[in-house]
């Protein structure tokens, strides 16, 4: 893929995480229509690494969702237009499990 900026050059996996997490938030203010379906996240080789730390991504946001609705009070800023993911399951293939 292409940048400008130098930053970009370098990347790991928290990095894609945090990119692929970025991506996810952008859909959906995109397609918010599509919220309310079933969420599958799948990949393949690497994907094997990544997919699943995505998927746990995931479910810590709707986590933190359900936590700032349980104590309305609470000190973190929730707008009312966030809502969790459906998150249903992930899939890899070929999946690398160990790239050790």
Do not use: K, M, W
Request: without cysteine; proline residues 4%.
């Amino acid at each position: 893929s292409y940048s400008e900026d130098t930053r970009d050059y370098v990347t790991n996996d928290d990095r894609t995480i945090d990119d692929l997490e970025y991506f996810v938030e952008r859909f959906f203010e995109e397609y918010p229509r599509l919220r309310d379906l079933d969420l599958y996240i799948a990949g393949e080789s690497y994907g094997g690494v990544y997919v699943p730390l995505l998927a746990q991504r995931v479910l810590r946001y709707n986590q933190r969702l359900a936590a700032a609705a349980a104590n309305p009070s609470s000190s973190s800023s929730s707008s009312n237009d966030q809502q969790p993911y459906n998150l249903h399951g992930y899939i890899v293939g070929n999946a690398v499990t160990d790239d050790e």
